[in-house]
């Protein structure tokens, strides 16, 4: 059993898409004998949205909906700097610069929502 965590653009992965997981240049199948056991279940209603980023200071807030209850700490990263771990509430999510400033961009820059897992440290 193993893990992997990516960064997606928003695209419809459809049930009949075929996933591999990619290393470097080499991709590998599926190596499951089961493989209804090698699928992507999304859910639109399920994944975590961000509405609005308000940033005060050094704090930036993200609102949204679908953010992990328990079990993950989540970070910001802007231009390749990432946030101290922050602290999930409900339906926001609140992270701390202190230590690098907030990134700034004259290009402008999208921040990533990253969601680690508590429990898993592969």
Request: charged letters at 20%; glycine letters at 10%.
């Amino acid at each position: 059993m193993g893990a992997f965590t990516c960064l997606t653009k928003k695209v419809e992965v459809k049930a009949i898409d075929k996933l591999q997981l990619a290393v470097g240049n080499a991709k590998f199948d599926c190596g499951n004998a089961d493989l209804t056991k090698c699928s992507l279940v999304q859910s639109i209603d399920s994944s975590p949205t961000v509405t609005s980023i308000e940033v005060t200071g050094q704090v930036t807030v993200l609102k949204g909906k679908g953010f992990p209850a328990s079990g993950y700490n989540a970070f910001v990263v802007i231009e390749g700097i990432e946030s101290a771990q922050g602290t999930i509430t409900g339906e926001s999510v609140t992270v701390d610069w202190t230590s690098t400033g907030v990134p700034v961009s004259d290009k402008g820059a999208t921040p990533q929502l990253i969601f680690k897992s508590t429990t898993d440290t592969t």
